[in-house]
């Protein structure tokens, strides 16, 4: 038991709650503490019986059975792994900003789940960050099942794919793709890229909530060559390599 505590305790703080909350809340519907019925998110218990707290439960319930588990723990290996790399790569020393990531899918998720009438919002959520790391790593070559080796921008494509064989659904999955897209493109690609206007910024209440551990400039990615020269002529300070590597399945 020591061991299993010494690596929950392991586990970056956002990624470690979210796993948790995870773990538990379909744990109780499971032994039934809780009706499973109060967990997911449906429209008219929300918005008209003011059921408040039922996007939030969506997002961490599943309906774990004999011909749902096998997904349930891939997605939960999912969760920890491509959180997990997020946390404590990209967004390195910078908790307030990956909370502020997590939570603009999560409120993006939660307005096409009732719009769709998407009941659970837990594979879309994983998958929306899960699209995020792969954009960020795009060009680094990943391992998967069987030997199959392709590049990491393919990849949510591919789990895409892999869910719906195992019992999942292509919605799910695709939502999550397109909000991390979404969030990529407004935070990353149009403004450092396109040299648009940043649309995407954290709010200052998540500072001072969770304050970054260490210094440099606001944002991430690679800044267009423009920026690149001034921070040179500047002497370098405040960059930094975003989007550290990792082969799928290893830590």
């Known amino acids: 038991m020591s061991d299993i505590g010494d690596w929950f305790r392991s586990i ?71 959180s997990t790399r997020l946390e404590t790569g990209a967004f390195d020393g910078r908790p307030a900003d990956y909370l502020f990531m997590l939570l603009f899918n999560w409120i993006c998720i939660v307005i096409t789940g009732l719009a769709m009438d998407m009941q659970l919002l837990m594979i879309p959520l994983i998958m929306s960050v899960l699209y995020v790391w792969a954009q960020l790593n795009r060009d680094m070559i990943v391992s998967f099942w069987f030997g199959t080796r392709f590049k990491a921008c393919y990849l949510p494509w591919v789990i895409l794919g892999f869910n719906y064989i195992i019992g999942g659904s292509v919605i799910n999955e695709l939502i999550g793709n397109l909000v991390g897209h979404l969030y990529f493109f407004l935070m990353f690609r149009y403004p450092m890229d396109l040299g648009g206007r940043n649309f995407l910024s954290t709010p200052q209440f998540l500072y001072r909530w969770l304050p970054s551990r260490r210094g440099g400039v606001s944002g991430f990615g690679v800044p267009p060559a423009s920026m690149r020269r001034a921070a040179d002529q500047n002497g370098g300070g405040g960059r930094h390599n975003w989007g550290q590597g990792f082969r799928l399945g290893h830590q």
């Open 12 to 82: 970056p703080a956002i990624t470690r709650y979210w796993f948790a909350a995870t773990v538990a809340v379909p744990l109780v519907g499971k032994l039934g503490l809780i009706s499973p019925a109060y967990f997911f998110l449906w429209p008219e218990a929300f918005l008209y019986r003011f059921q408040i707290w039922r996007p939030i439960t969506a997002t961490f319930y599943f309906p774990v059975g004999p011909g749902t588990g096998f997904l349930y723990l891939v997605n939960l290996y999912f969760l920890y792994q491509y």
